[in-house]
């Protein structure tokens, strides 16, 4: 039997619920991490503040086990889920939690205080002694102290001898009652007619096997410590018929008994004979056996404290003590013998120490010599009365006169009365007792020396005894009635008491203590229990009233036993049972009835117990005879079926109610074990089992009850329909969603606790959550019909329940599942519209009022754009749409319309950089502003994007057309790059043009030339006129190399910077290239040489540092006008004679900045 619980009761709960609260307060001294806290508070809120909880507190269900059994299973979900920590294992982490969450479990306080004594209601689950459940019956069937005394002396509940005795003779009056029944037949109504027969059978072979029980007790474990087993039935012990006297036959040997004697000397008295310096001593024998002897005492103080110990098998024995002293004479053999003493012990007398006379020899001084002794003469365990008496009977004792009669228990069914002489250990004669009755008995006619009378009487048999007192007449009676196992019980006469009054003896009523105690019990008006038959009574009835009020006490205890008797309790039970032949299904019947009354009033019962029970029962009445009987009563049948429609009802209603019946799957196993107690009631036989298809309906009629009541309590506890009538939209739709947060807690509840239990039926608990589902859509429905049009705020509900019914197997794509997306399809397809449009003006609006400062990747408009269209396929993703093919359109849809914004976005920066370009300047002042490097940057940041926006997963199966789509938006961003680096490189050559043309001036033959070579002749004979300076040049070349570094700067991407550099390098050298070409019949002028080399040297030096490649740098036409110059600087320096100041087209020159 498994070991209970302690039961937590409101109190206790609601001290929990305080410490749990101030842990979250921060009023304990418990140092936690933050996981662990929001374990407690998910506890708290979840567990403890359930009002499912307090419910099963109050039905006396719930233990302080259970409690850390469901904390236990929600921190091992939550530490699972937990990264990997090296160093410290989830395991080491659980025993921590769970030993901090004890701490605050049984509190402070709870942990300094001393355990106090346990009550008699929490020891109930130990092995109780006789005493303490003398106790619990007597708290159980409300019985005063003073009337369970007076039963207990009565009745002599401590004498295990009448008991026994007791024992005997109900079995014997239930035999003659099974006899009077086939006699009379007048038996109970059965569903069989052939069962009568069979039935007084059973009620034979139950006593009968009782008797055999009793008979193999073994008497030598009598006594004091003797205890009344168990009597078990066995269905391998033999029956034993008590009727048949032949068939246990007694010799003389049989009844040999075992004594054991004390004897103490303690002192002589009276001693004048001996000189007061003499040593004297003692002697004592039993006859027949070893002597033994005192210390020696000198004849002045003769004291002895010795005992003796000796053992004997005579019921009669004869003891010898004997005086000696000393002899001093020199010639003496033997010590002298000063007196002696004869003694014949029995067990009945005294075990005071008395002062004897003692005989002495002839001519002795010592005339009045005495002797202090004790003798105690142990009786043995079977030897049940002994005395002297009268006796003559017609087959033994055949002469009246006075014996030593001894009454002997050879085994419990078993006695003998026997007669001893002196120093014999066999008797002289013996008579079993089997089927005598013994009374008392009015004084026979002649025969003299005897006062009080009874007999015992046999068929055929009659022996009359005579005892010379009353009170010895009434022990020997109560011996042999509790011997014999009548059922006639003797009743002392009436004028035992004023006999003896007559008599004087005022002092001590010449009774029996029972009878003293029966006269007490009169008076408190307990004599009619004393004196009742056991055998008259109607046990089933009695029986069901002791269960029930057992049963009452058992579930008041401190012990969550649901429905468990305690094993003192199941004791008692058993034995009543036993001892009064009570039916097995009568009993479970009952305990049933009991068991669903109370379960149908709210407190928990264990299911498994209803299925032992239940089980038993209907083996019975389908004639599987769990307990041996074979018998079916027609009442028995007809309870059972009334029980096991109650049963049926009960177990459909709790499988209804299965989140509050087993709240947090508590008591573990219990939902389980309903079901299968459910399939078991469901059967109509023992041996066919219930098609699962029957189940099945029975589970799925209830489930679909389930829902109703669960979503019933749910709204109850949200006020729900309160919420949806009053409120606004705004309040309606926060209530649903609310509502819906509930729901999907209370459906993962049943997995999480209940869902073990019907894994069976996966499909009812899908059929379950979608009639709850359903129930739920009628508010949501009304919630969203009552929201304004083009409302986005329900949004988050759809995506809430769409993230649970996805994750579901059984609830995805089901029938709540597809109506919730019939319901949002529209909203977001008309989402997505005008989000479309509302980008598409947008762009419009902004592009015509950019004004291309840079922000982030871009522009503000281009960063507005990017982020909508993220954030709407963000939108659409987090929807995480179930049905694919609606999933694959809006995907391609907001892919599309990706693509399509970005390729406005790129064609309308195309515009404003080639209207930007316009604006800039044609000089060498031209510095390429930061807007032109924002409109790269958004084409940049738009081609980042479109690798996000624009391509569609899994666009394999899309085919060719959505990939040639996407790949248009990729060549029109290229296109478009190569367009404005195009534009922008131009509006650099345009420079260098401006620049050449300048120096177009110098060249020979023109009429410009031939002033300036005049005017510088001619001013060159009176003053010193300078020559042409580098300024041009140098011009040139900081406008290179500061939008060089503008650029570098402010465009993000390196590739199209080297792209640029590229065209922008090979350009410039083809434009110089170009310009040569023109002139190639004519001499440079030195000041063009000059300011060409310059800038050419500069503009590779500089190109190359940008990264432009040497293959880039050193082409053909690079070559060209570097060959070219290199003609033009030899014959400059030939001819002229300031030559060009340092300036050259070798390698090795390094010449200096400030060279003009």
């Known amino acids: 039997m498994a070991r209970r619980q302690q039961k937590m009761n409101k109190q206790q709960l609601q001290t929990v619920k305080e410490r749990f609260q101030g842990f979250m307060n921060g009023e304990t001294q418990i140092i936690a991490d933050e996981a662990f806290f929001n374990a407690i508070q998910s506890y708290y809120e979840i567990f403890l503040k359930s009002d499912r909880v307090a419910r099963m507190v109050s039905s006396g269900g719930c233990s302080a086990n259970d409690f850390?059994?469901?904390?236990?299973?929600?921190?091992?979900?939550?530490?699972?889920?937990?990264?990997?920590?090296?160093?410290?294992?989830?395991?080491t982490v659980l025993s921590s939690w769970m030993a901090k969450f004890d701490t605050i479990y049984r509190g402070e306080e709870d942990l300094r205080s001393k355990p106090a004594r346990m009550p008699m209601s929490a020891v109930s689950e130990l092995i109780l002694s006789k005493e303490q459940l003398y106790e619990m019956f007597q708290q159980i069937l409300g019985i005063k102290k003073i009337e369970h005394q007076l039963l207990y002396n009565?009745?002599?509940?401590?004498?295990?001898?009448?008991?026994?005795?007791?024992?005997?003779?109900?079995?014997?009056?239930?035999?003659?009652?099974?006899?009077?029944?086939?006699?009379?037949?007048?038996?109970?109504?059965?569903?069989?007619?052939?069962?009568?027969?069979?039935?007084?059978?059973?009620?034979?072979?139950?006593?009968?096997?009782?008797?055999?029980?009793l008979e193999s007790l073994p008497v030598a474990k009598g006594g004091p410590e003797f205890k009344l087993q168990k009597l078990k039935r066995s269905q391998n012990s033999s029956f034993l018929d008590i009727g048949d006297e032949n068939e246990v036959q007694l010799s003389k040997s049989d009844v040999v008994l075992s004594f054991t004697l004390?004897?103490?000397?303690?002192?002589?008295?009276?001693?004048?004979?001996?000189?007061?310096?003499?040593?004297?001593?003692?002697?004592?024998?039993v006859e027949g056996g070893e002597k033994l002897q005192t210390d020696q005492a000198e004849a002045s103080r003769p004291q002895w404290g010795t005992q003796g110990d000796f053992t004997t098998t005579h019921p009669r024995p004869v003891v010898k003590i004997k005086f000696f002293t000393e002899s001093t004479g020199v010639l003496a053999l033997e010590d002298k013998e000063l007196g002696k003493l004869v003694l014949y012990p029995t067990p009945n007398n005294l075990k005071t120490p008395e002062l004897l006379t003692m005989v002495t020899p002839k001519n002795s001084q010592d005339s009045d010599?005495?002797?202090?002794?004790?003798?105690?003469?142990?009786?043995?365990?079977?030897?049940?009365?002994?005395?002297?008496?009268?006796?003559?009977?017609?087959?033994?004792?055949?002469?009246?006169?006075?014996?030593?009669?001894?009454?002997?228990?050879?085994?419990?069914?078993?006695?003998?009365?026997?007669?001893?002489?002196?120093?014999k250990s066999e008797p002289q004669e013996l008579m079993q007792l089997e089927g005598y009755t013994v009374d008392y008995t009015e004084p026979q006619p002649g025969l003299d020396d005897g006062r009080a009378f009874f007999n015992a009487v046999k068929e055929g048999d009659t022996v009359v005894y005579a005892s010379n007192d009353e009170q010895d007449r009434v022990l020997w009676v109560q011996a042999m009635y509790r011997a014999t196992g009548q059922s006639y019980k003797p009743t002392p006469p009436s004028q035992v008491q004023k006999l003896n009054a007559k008599k004087g003896s005022t002092q001590l009523p010449d009774v029996p203590i029972s009878q003293f105690y029966a006269d007490r019990a009169q008076k408190q008006g307990m004599d009619e229990f004393i004196a009742a038959d056991p055998c008259k009574f109607d046990h089933s009835t009695l029986f069901e009233v002791l269960q029930r009020k057992t049963l009452e006490h058992r579930l008041n205890d401190s012990y969550s036993c649901l429905g468990w008797f305690s094993p003192g309790q199941v004791f008692v039970l058993d034995e009543y049972c036993s001892r009064y032949g009570l039916r097995g299904c009568h009993r479970h019947l009952c305990y049933l009835k009991e068991l669903i009354e109370r379960a149908e009033g709210g407190t928990m019962i264990d299911p498994t117990l209803l299925h032992y029970s239940f089980a038993f029962c209907a083996s019975h009445v389908h004639g599987n005879r769990p307990d041996g009987i074979g018998t079916v009563t027609v009442e028995e049948?007809?309870?059972?079926?009334?029980?096991?429609?109650?049963?049926?009802?009960?177990?459909?209603?709790?499988?209804?109610?299965?989140?509050?019946?087993?709240?947090?799957?508590?008591?573990?196993?219990?939902?389980?074990?309903?079901?299968?107690?459910?399939?078991?009631?469901?059967?109509?036989?023992?041996?066919?089992?219930?098609?699962?298809?029957?189940?099945?309906?029975?589970?799925?009629?209830?489930?679909?009850?389930?829902?109703?009541?669960?979503?019933?309590?749910?709204?109850?506890?949200?006020?729900?329909?309160?919420?949806?009538?009053?409120?606004?939209?705004?309040?309606?739709?926060?209530?649903?969603?609310?509502?819906?947060?509930?729901?999907?807690?209370?459906?993962?509840?049943?997995?999480?606790?209940?869902?073990?239990?019907?894994?069976?039926?996966?499909?009812?608990?899908?059929?379950?959550?979608?009639?709850?589902?359903?129930?739920?859509?009628?508010?949501?429905?009304?919630t969203l019909e009552a929201q304004p049009?083009?409302?986005?705020?329900?949004?988050?509900?759809?995506q809430l329940l769409n993230n649970y019914s996805r994750n579901e197997p059984l609830l995805c794509n089901g029938k709540y599942h597809k109506h919730l997306q019939e319901l949002f399809i529209p909203l977001v397809v008309r989402y997505i519209d005008l989000m479309e449009s509302a980008i598409a003006q947008s762009i419009h609006k902004s592009f015509e009022q950019e004004t291309w400062q840079p922000v982030k990747n871009g522009s503000s408009t281009s960063e507005d754009l990017f982020w909508k269209l993220d954030a709407l396929q963000m939108f659409v993703y987090d929807l995480h749409w179930p049905e694919p093919e609606f999933s694959q359109h809006l995907d391609q849809r907001l892919k599309l319309m990706a693509s399509d914004m970005i390729e406005a976005c790129v064609k309308r920066t195309r515009v404003a950089f080639e209207a930007k370009l316009q604006k800039l300047s044609k000089s060498t002042d031209l510095r390429v502003p930061s807007s032109v490097c924002t409109m790269f940057n958004v084409l940049v940041d738009a081609k980042k994007q479109s690798t996000k926006l624009c391509i569609l997963e899994g666009a394999?199966?899309?085919?060719?057309?959505?990939?040639?789509?996407?790949?248009?938006?990729?060549?029109?961003?290229?296109e478009t790059f190569k367009e404005m680096i195009s534009l922008l490189v131009s509006k650099f050559v345009f420079v260098l043009e401006g620049v050449l043309s300048k120096l177009s001036r110098y060249d020979e033959g023109t009429f410009f030339s031939s002033i300036l070579s005049?005017?510088?002749?001619?001013?060159?004979?009176?003053?010193?006129?300078?020559?042409?300076?580098?300024?041009?040049?140098?011009?040139?070349?900081?406008?290179?190399?500061?939008?060089?570094?503008?650029?570098?700067?402010?465009?993000?991407?390196?590739?199209?910077?080297?792209?640029?550099?590229?065209?922008?390098?090979?350009?410039?050298?083809?434009?110089?290239?170009?310009?040569?070409?023109?002139?190639?019949?004519?001499?440079?002028?030195?000041?063009?040489?000059?300011?060409l080399i310059k800038i050419v040297k500069k503009s590779y030096r500089d190109f190359r540092l940008q990264g432009v490649l040497e293959g880039t740098l050193n082409s053909k036409t690079y070559e060209t006008v570097q060959t070219r110059l290199t003609v033009e600087e030899a014959t400059a320096s030939v001819s002229e004679s300031g030559g060009l100041q340092g300036i050259t087209m070798k390698d090795s020159d390094e010449e200096a900045e400030d060279v003009k």
């Not at 236990?72 to 090296?86: A, H, M, T, Y």
């Not at 049009?789 to 759809?798: E, G, H, V």
């Not at 900081?1038 to 993000?1052: A, C, E, S």
């Open 68 to 91: 850390r059994d469901v904390f236990k299973k929600n921190i091992e979900r939550r530490v699972r889920s937990l990264p990997e920590i090296d160093g410290l294992s989830k395991e």
């Open 154 to 213: 009565s009745c002599q509940l401590d004498n295990s001898d009448e008991q026994a005795a007791q024992i005997r003779r109900e079995l014997d009056g239930r035999l003659q009652m099974a006899e009077q029944l086939a006699k009379e037949r007048k038996t109970l109504k059965f569903v069989q007619k052939d069962m009568e027969n069979m039935y007084i059978e059973e009620l034979r072979s139950s006593v009968n096997l009782l008797m055999a029980n």
């Open 262 to 285: 004390e004897i103490v000397i303690m002192e002589v008295q009276g001693l004048k004979s001996v000189a007061p310096n003499r040593i004297v001593y003692c002697t004592m024998e």
């Open 369 to 423: 010599l005495k002797m202090k002794l004790a003798v105690k003469m142990d009786k043995p365990p079977n030897m049940k009365h002994c005395g002297y008496l009268h006796a003559l009977g017609q087959k033994v004792w055949k002469r009246w006169k006075k014996r030593y009669f001894v009454l002997v228990q050879v085994s419990q069914y078993t006695f003998a009365m026997c007669s001893y002489r002196e120093k």
């Open 637 to 782: 049948k007809e309870r059972f079926n009334q029980i096991k429609e109650r049963l049926l009802s009960l177990l459909e209603n709790q499988i209804t109610h299965f989140r509050y019946c087993f709240p947090f799957g508590r008591p573990e196993g219990a939902l389980k074990a309903t079901l299968s107690l459910l399939e078991r009631v469901l059967m109509k036989d023992i041996a066919t089992p219930v098609p699962p298809e029957d189940v099945k309906k029975v589970v799925r009629k209830c489930l679909e009850k389930s829902a109703l009541i669960n979503y019933s309590h749910l709204s109850e506890y949200a006020k729900i329909e309160e919420a949806l009538s009053q409120g606004t939209p705004n309040k309606r739709l926060d209530d649903v969603i609310r509502l819906a947060e509930l729901c999907i807690e209370v459906l993962q509840q049943n997995e999480e606790h209940h869902y073990e239990a019907f894994s069976w039926w996966p499909d009812l608990m899908a059929e379950h959550a979608e009639i709850f589902w359903s129930l739920f859509a009628v508010d949501m429905d009304a």
């Open 789 to 798: 049009q083009d409302s986005w705020d329900t949004f988050p509900l759809f």
């Open 956 to 974: 394999q199966e899309s085919g060719k057309q959505w990939q040639q789509y996407h790949s248009k938006i990729d060549l029109l961003i290229e």
């Open 1014 to 1091: 005049f005017t510088v002749k001619a001013a060159a004979k009176y003053v010193d006129v300078p020559q042409p300076g580098m300024d041009l040049a140098d011009t040139y070349i900081t406008f290179v190399r500061q939008n060089q570094d503008i650029l570098r700067d402010k465009v993000n991407e390196e590739m199209y910077i080297e792209h640029l550099f590229d065209r922008w390098y090979t350009t410039t050298i083809k434009v110089v290239c170009v310009w040569l070409t023109d002139r190639m019949d004519l001499q440079l002028h030195l000041y063009q040489l000059k300011t």
